[in-house]
């Protein structure tokens, strides 16, 4: 069945630098990927999405990649800001567009 | 102002005694669907729906019920919660086609006891 890996559980940044997370698929080869921010207690709101074909995706300080060889979708806040905190989910679609696989999360933490 | 709403936001109950958690979105979505999220566990798929009667299990249907009499509306149903029910429950809905964006509900935190 499809997977989704997010390999760290939470990140702490410095104010400002770029904050990257990793989002790893086995098992099957996603047309799209999606990312999520999701603040405590609070539902995800949906941020970016990246199709198999794109390369790299951006809006304002986030950028998205998408590497189909290495099964591997890497999220990357720039110049972070201590309101960026939250935890970030991936998630993708199975083929027919009805089941939704989402990661673990990583629950990011900008220190000011 | 679009939005998904769900019922009660916070629910104690016991072991056994039927409860239904109400999910409404006013965006004219076609797609709506349930999930739980637990600690180290994350977003899980219950049940979705692709349109009013159409209904399928998610990766843990189990102890759950719903229905989709209504465009709009998508309950969860609990015949006979028990403890490991006890979660974070959150309703989503999005468009038929396209990029699949879901938009959340606010989430029912639900303890069994």
């Known amino acids: 069945s499809q997977k989704i890996e997010q390999n760290s559980e939470a990140l702490n940044?410095?104010?400002?630098?770029?904050?990257?997370?990793?989002?790893?698929?086995?098992?099957?080869?996603?047309?799209?990927l999606q990312w999520y921010?999701?603040?405590?207690?609070?539902?995800?709101?949906?941020?970016?999405?990246?199709?198999e074909n794109e390369k790299?995706?951006?809006?304002?300080?986030?950028?998205?990649?998408?590497?189909t060889t290495l099964k591997q979708s890497l999220f990357h806040i720039t110049a972070s800001q201590p309101a960026d905190s939250a935890t970030y989910l991936c998630a993708s679609w199975n083929g027919g567009y009805q089941k939704v696989t989402f990661g673990t999360g990583t629950k990011l933490q900008v220190i000011p | 102002e679009a939005q998904v709403t769900q019922n009660p936001r916070y629910l104690i109950t016991v072991t056994g005694k039927k409860l239904t958690v109400t999910c409404s979105q006013n965006m004219n979505h076609e797609y709506m669907s349930w999930y739980r999220q637990d600690p180290g566990l994350g977003l899980r798929q219950i049940y979705y729906s692709m349109n009013v009667e159409v209904t399928d299990k998610g990766d843990v249907p189990e102890g759950y019920k719903v229905s989709?009499?209504?465009?709009?509306?998508?309950?969860?149903?609990?015949?006979?919660?028990?403890?490991?029910?006890?979660?974070?429950?959150?309703?989503?809905?999005?468009?038929?086609?396209?990029?699949?964006e879901l938009f959340f509900g606010e989430g029912s935190r639900l303890t069994v006891l």
Not at chain 2, 70 to 99: D, H, M, V
Request: glycine share 8%; charged share 25%; proline share 8%.
């Open chain 1, 13 to 32: 940044i410095q104010e400002g630098k770029t904050a990257t997370l990793t989002c790893n698929y086995t098992n099957y080869s996603p047309a799209y």
């Open chain 1, 37 to 51: 921010r999701q603040d405590p207690g609070r539902g995800p709101v949906f941020l970016l999405l990246i199709r």
């Open chain 1, 56 to 67: 790299e995706k951006r809006k304002e300080r986030l950028k998205v990649t998408f590497d």
């Open chain 2, 68 to 100: 989709r009499k209504e465009k709009r509306n998508f309950p969860l149903i609990l015949e006979s919660p028990s403890p490991n029910q006890t979660s974070l429950y959150f309703c989503a809905s999005r468009t038929g086609g396209g990029s699949g």
